[in-house]
Nanobody
């Protein structure tokens, strides 16, 4: 199986930056892609960004394009989400999820989830 652990959340002022990490362990060889999601209070979970485990392919939600960058460190089995120019509307719990299906986004199921990390952006 695969275990995912997020870290890096916190409180930041609008316009600031944070870098989230999603560390994978276990049978990481079965992962095809990792996605970041977020969920704000009272709102549905929404897709943020995705990266293939190879690091070759990426995808972003329109709301974060140009501000967020997803990347992967092969040696550390870790996926990062660099978040710049943060806005109060970026406030949410951020989750990473991994899946085995050969698609970057919208697999039939996300096989593994992390516990989430809180990001709060003050105005």
């Amino acid at each position: 199986q695969v275990q995912l652990v997020e870290s890096g959340g916190g409180l930041v002022q609008a316009g600031g930056s944070l870098r989230l990490s999603c560390a994978a362990s276990g049978r990481t060889s079965i992962i095809y892609a990792v996605n970041w999601f977020r969920q704000a209070p009272g709102k549905e979970r929404e897709f943020v960004a995705a990266i293939s485990w190879s690091g070759v392919k990426t995808d972003y939600a329109d709301s974060v394009k140009g501000r967020f960058t997803i990347s992967r460190d092969n040696a550390k089995n870790t996926v990062y989400l660099q978040m710049n120019s943060l806005k109060p509307e970026d406030t949410a719990v951020y989750y990473c999820a991994a899946h085995r299906e050969i698609t970057i986004t919208r697999p039939t199921t996300y096989d593994y989830w992390g516990q989430g990390t809180q990001v709060t952006v003050s105005s």
